[in-house]
Each structure stands twice: as C-alpha cells, then as structure tokens.
C-alpha cells in the first residue's frame, strides 16, 4: 500500500520546497480576508454582509486573471524544464497584456456602474449600499494586483515561489495597519468604516506593486529570468497561438468556475433569511480558506513539478508514476485538512472566533453547518485541486479540467441548488449540501481520465 510514496532521495525535499513558500503565500493571503472580516465585521453584520457581496465580482475578475496565470504558468513550467528563458519572457509578456487589460476592464465598469454591478448580487438595499461604498474604491486595486500576480506566478514556475511569500506577506502586515488606520479613525484620519477598508486594501496593492518591481529590478540572481524586452513586447504568432490555446480553456474554467460561484451568493443573497446566510458564507469561508492552505500549496506544486518533468523530456512512464505519488499525498493532505477543520471547529471557531463578530444565532448556526459539510468533502475536494490544477494542467491537459469543473457546476449544482433553495425554500443545510454535491462526481470522473494517460502532453516547441 505504501509502495507508491517510494520516490527517488530528494523527492519530498523538493516537494516541499516548493509547496511551503506557497502555503505560507496562501496564508498570508487568506489571513488578509480573515483580517478584513474580522475588523469590518466590528462595525456590523450588515457590513460584514456587504462586504462579502462587494468582493464577488471582484473574485470572478481575479478569477479570470488567475486562468491567465495558470494558462501561462501550463507553458513556463514545461519551457523552463527546457531552460527556455527567451519563450518564458514571450508568455510572460502576454500574460501581463491580457491580465492587466481584462482587470482594467472590470475595475472599470465596477467603478462606473457600482449600483447595478452589486445590485447583481442581491436584493437587500441595505448590503448593496454597503457594497457600493467598498466597490468603488477599491476597484483599481485589484489592476495592481493581476500585474503582482504574473510575475509571482511565473516566479513560482521557475522553482522560486519564495517570492510570492515575500510579496505577500508584505502586503499583509501594510494591510493590517492600513485597515487599522482607515477604519478605525488612528493617526489624525477621520474614522472611514468601510470605506477605510477598501482604502487599506488599495494600500496594500500599492506596497505589493512595490515589492514586486524591487525584486524585478534588484534581485537579479533570485529571479532566475533575464528579462528581454525584444520578446516581452514581441512574443510571435508561435507563442501566442499556444498561449490562446492552452490559456484560453484554463482562463475560460477560472471564469466560468468564479461566475458560477457568484451564482451560488446570489442564491443565498435571495434566500428568506439572506443576511444570516451570506454573513455565513464570509466567516464560514474565510475559516476554510486557512485551513485549506496545505492543499492548494500541493495543487501548485504540483502542476511546476510535473511541467518541469515533461518539459525536461522524462519517459511517460516516469511522468505517470510521479503523478500517482502526488494524488497519493493530496488525498493525505485532504484527510488531514478535515480533521483539523473540525477539531478548529469545536475548540477555536465556535468559541472563540464567531465571539469576534457581530453575527446573529441564525448566523452562527449556517456558519457550523457549512464548516461541518466542507470537513467531510475535503479529501475529494484535495484530490480534484491537486489534479486539475496540479496534475492535468502541468501535463497541457487543460481541457478536461475545463469540461469537468464547469460541467459539474452548471449542469448540476446551480440548477438543483436553485431548486432547493429559491423553489423548495429549504434551510441552508440542504442548500450547502447541494452546492459540495459536485466534488464526489469530479473525484469519479477525475480519477478516469488520470488512469487514462491522456493528460501526459509536452506542449513546448524548438523556436528559431
């Protein structure tokens, strides 16, 4: 049984090398939501609320960022196994193009159309007002961002995710005193309440921003790429015709997958007790996020360890088998991640984290429902991250990723969660239940294609 962790000396070094400098990135990361929704969540539950609300069309904007990173990242891993660094500087230079435009363009009508962007969301006048006030400062915040986050990204395809962990942390420890600043009234500022918060995080972004372009410019040896402006701003018909075609369905599943997910809020936005419930989702989320670190760390590292394999010419076989070993530790990992969720869920967040905000008993009893049924999930929920996103997407199988993830959630989960919750007007913990309904059909159909070997695809090319 256990034959199948024997790995070659230096395996798991590796592995973890490269999987906790990204964990400690995602902790960072989801440490920030956690701050924000501890020091909003301060001023009220409708706050709380709104601000929840507020950050769904922004996540489907990181969302279709992040498919562009991760389309781009199928492409560097498997070129920087070749030790490629003039066609990295090409994708690179297209990921940036398409990631700060597409933001910019969001960033835009969120700006320009607060009111009916948010009024998408939900009917509660109260929490689109909310909403509107946070969206509308922070909207160009999240432009830096998909600038900061190709460069993390590719910074991690090349065996360097420190920098990410870096860049992070220092937007999180500015964001905590940002928002304690804006928020609160501190150091001469008028008290901002939620304005204060998008202000803190427009701060943050812009110390992000900062970080970034210091370690481009003054950390050459770390950075391991030479930067080339001839292929940065010239990438070629080539390179973009692969870019478009191993990005575009990679980008298209963040999308669809993010839009999906701000269906689900709308559903809870027009649930009958909506405000308990979406104040739910952001605490019971949040709480997740973190206890969750471990298993995207190992999707992520995943997917550069993989492409490297491929792209440095290994034998299918070897590839196969190095696939098996990092199923084989996501579903630990996920095994671990829902024990730990529930334990936290008795002895920290019941007691003492829901004591940090002002939630309702209705609140607190969705809250526990929706951390209960994620526990029992998590180790479908390991196993379909690692391979989608770290197995198939390393191996240039980016396709199916696309059909079972977007599949899964629009022929099956919207349309019964729906049901459930707007026709049958059913309590949140039949709603949940149908909405973690897709990751037992994603693990079945998932484990398929993988034993099928038709992931395992070298997607690099010779350039002149």
């Known amino acids: 049984m256990f034959k199948v962790f024997q790995r070659e000396k230096g395996f798991y070094r590796n592995l973890c090398s490269l999987a906790l400098p990204i964990m400690l990135q995602n902790l960072i990361t989801s440490s920030m939501g956690m701050v924000d929704t501890v020091m909003v969540g301060v001023l009220g539950q409708n706050e709380l609320a709104g601000l929840s609300l507020a950050n769904t069309p922004f996540m489907v904007a990181m969302l279709f960022v992040f498919g562009l990173q991760s389309g781009g990242a199928v492409l560097i891993s ?8 003039k066609t990295i500087n090409r ?4 990921s940036w193009a398409f990631a700060v435009g597409v933001s910019m363009l969001f960033a835009t009508v969120i700006f320009v159309f607060p009111e009916w962007v948010m009024g998408l969301t939900t009917n509660n006048p109260e929490l689109v007002d909310v909403a509107v006030r946070y969206g509308r400062i922070v909207a160009y915040s999240y432009v830096l961002n998909a600038f900061v986050s190709v460069y993390v990204g590719a910074m991690r395809c090349c065996e360097r995710p420190r920098v990410g962990a870096w860049v992070t942390a220092a937007g999180m420890v500015s964001n905590v005193i940002f928002n304690y600043i804006f928020i609160f009234g501190k150091l001469g500022f008028p008290e901002m309440g939620v304005e204060g918060a998008a202000l803190g995080t427009l701060a943050a972004r812009i110390v992000e921003l900062a970080c970034a372009v210091g370690h481009m410019v003054f950390a050459k040896k770390d950075r391991v790429i030479t930067f080339m402006a001839k292929y940065l701003f010239r990438p070629g018909k080539e390179i973009l015709g692969d870019f478009v075609r191993y990005a575009a369905p990679v980008m298209l599943n963040e999308t669809l997958w993010g839009l999906g997910t701000s269906v689900y809020t709308v ?3 027009h649930m009958a007790d909506s405000a308990d419930v979406v ?6 989320g949040n709480v997740e996020r973190i206890i969750n670190v471990a298993m995207f760390a190992i999707a992520n590292a995943a997917a550069v360890i993989v492409g490297k394999e491929i792209g440095s010419g290994a034998p299918r076989e070897q590839v196969y088998s190095l696939g098996r070993v990092l199923m084989a530790v996501s579903l630990l990992v996920g095994l671990a991640n829902g024990l730990i969720l529930l334990l936290a869920l008795f002895t920290i967040v019941d007691p003492y984290v829901f004591n940090l905000f002002d939630l309702t008993e209705g609140a ?3 809250s526990k429902i929706m951390l209960t049924i994620m526990s029992v999930v998590c180790i479908a929920r390991a196993f379909n991250s690692t391979l989608v996103i770290g197995i198939l997407r390393g191996g240039g199988d980016v396709r199916f990723g696309l059909c079972v993830d977007v599949g899964a959630m629009y022929l099956w989960v919207i349309p019964v969660a729906s049901v459930v919750a707007l026709v049958l007007g059913a309590d949140i913990l039949w709603v949940y239940l149908a909405v973690m309904s897709e990751e037992p059909i ?3 159909l998932g484990m398929m294609r993988f034993r099928s070997g038709k992931w395992l695809r070298n997607v690099t090319r010779e350039l002149a």
């Open 78 to 85: 498997q070129y920087w196994g070749k030790r490629d660094i």
């Open 279 to 284: 104040a739910a989702v952001s605490v019971a």
């Open 442 to 444: 994603k693990f079945a």
């Open 267 to 269: 559903i809870y936005g």
């Open 91 to 94: 994708v690179m230079g297209l």
């Open 364 to 366: 607190k009893r969705a």
